[in-house]
């Protein structure tokens, strides 16, 4: 990769309110980028929530559009301060939530989907919600009533001078959406050089207690919510393992939601219970990841709704075979991994039989190139570069 010319500027990268109280995807996207803008000679400052004066900026960068009223809010009053404004979406595909609010609620969707047939409606209920255990969360959720979710979105991205999208789908969606149109460019997600490091694979790596006597396990990572699917894979599982024979392993790595996902708690401590070849681990180290990564068969994925599927692609970076859900996956992904439909067990049930059962993957090495945090660090470069000539 060419050496880009150092240069000294500073960015705010300007995040919803809660970011470092709940964490997320997005947290994980602007820590990393941050980081290696940093590398590059940039002074990246992160703030969660309201900034009351941007003239020490050069430049701001938002981050997160979706089901949230922050930080679309901010973005006129940016531009109202003379700021270059970039703004990465981190889009879902609001048909795909739509059909999972639709077709599998838990909790409070289920008020949510029979009061509005509006995603934006449902939207703005369920902060209203989360802003009684959250009250740093009422001034922006205020707003939204105010002024209407929908329309603070639809003007941040107006006003955006760069919308920072992770495939082709996101920005297609995005206007489909919203009826706006905007410069975009396509920055991928990138992984840790933990995963991409194949030599540190030669070397004694610690597993989760847990883990250490286990291999070939079918794995799943994130967060465990109704969104991410983990009781249709243990029904998926389940019939995988009545009809090869095997005594297939389940292993899931990832928090519990406590606040919003309580039923589909309750019912996923249930399975934990009734089957002893399911195994949970709460939480890993990041740096543990590889190699519980390594010792997967299979890493599966079937969400009904990603921006991208950044597991997968750390599983197969990791040599270890992969199920994904959506199209947007597919754009990253391609032929390497098959994919499933989130609303049909019996899809995941083949796609999951089908990988373990396949030779580990051979990634190509335009894929480990492509896909780092330094990558698109040195792409969002160029953006900020341009934005500031």
């Known amino acids: 990769m060419c050496k880009k010319e150092r240069i000294r500027m500073k960015v705010l990268m300007q995040a919803r309110v809660e970011l470092f109280d709940t964490g997320g995807g997005d947290k994980i996207q602007i820590e990393n980028t941050a980081r290696e803008l940093k590398k590059l000679g940039i002074d990246v400052e992160i703030v969660a929530g309201n900034v009351s004066n941007y003239n020490s900026y050069d430049l701001v960068h938002l981050f997160q559009l979706d089901w949230t009223p922050d930080p679309s809010m901010y973005a006129e009053t940016i531009k109202s301060s003379g700021k270059p404004l970039v703004f990465s979406p981190i889009h879902h595909s609001i048909s795909e939530v739509k059909l999972f609010d639709e077709t599998y609620a838990f909790d409070f969707r289920r008020l949510s989907k029979a009061v509005f047939k509006d995603q934006f409606k449902r939207d703005t209920l369920k902060n209203v919600y989360k802003s009684l255990f959250m009250p740093k969360k009422i001034y922006p959720t205020v707003q939204s009533l105010r002024f209407g979710l929908f329309n603070i979105q639809k003007k941040a991205l107006s006003l955006s001078d760069y919308i920072l999208v992770q495939t082709e789908l996101e920005a297609h969606d995005l206007k489909t959406s919203y009826g706006v149109d905007f410069k975009w460019k396509k920055i991928p997600n990138g992984v840790s050089d933990l995963f991409i490091d194949s030599a540190g694979y030669d070397k004694e790596q610690i597993m989760p207690k847990a883990l250490q006597d286990m291999e070939d396990y079918i794995l799943c990572v994130g967060r465990v919510e109704a969104r991410k699917n983990q009781l249709s894979i243990i029904d998926a599982v389940k019939s995988a393992r009545e009809e090869t024979g095997k005594d297939l392993r389940l292993v899931f790595v990832g928090k519990k939601s406590k606040l919003k996902h309580q039923e589909y708690i309750i019912r996923f401590n249930l399975a934990l219970k009734r089957y002893s070849w399911i195994t949970f681990v709460n939480q890993v180290p990041y740096e543990q990841m590889p190699a519980v990564y390594r010792k997967a068969k299979v890493c599966v994925s079937a969400s009904w709704f990603e921006t991208t599927g950044l597991t997968s692609i750390e599983a197969l970076f990791c040599g270890s075979n992969a199920v994904a859900s959506g199209e947007r996956a597919r754009e990253y992904l391609g032929d390497l991994v098959s994919y499933c439909s989130p609303n049909d ?45």
Request: proline content about 4%; cysteine-free.
């Open 345 to 389: 067990i019996r899809s995941i049930k083949n796609a999951v039989v089908e990988q373990y059962f396949a030779d580990r993957p051979k990634v190509p090495s335009f894929m480990l190139r492509e896909y780092t945090w330094q990558n698109a660090a040195h792409k969002i470069f160029d953006v900020y570069n341009e934005l500031l000539k």
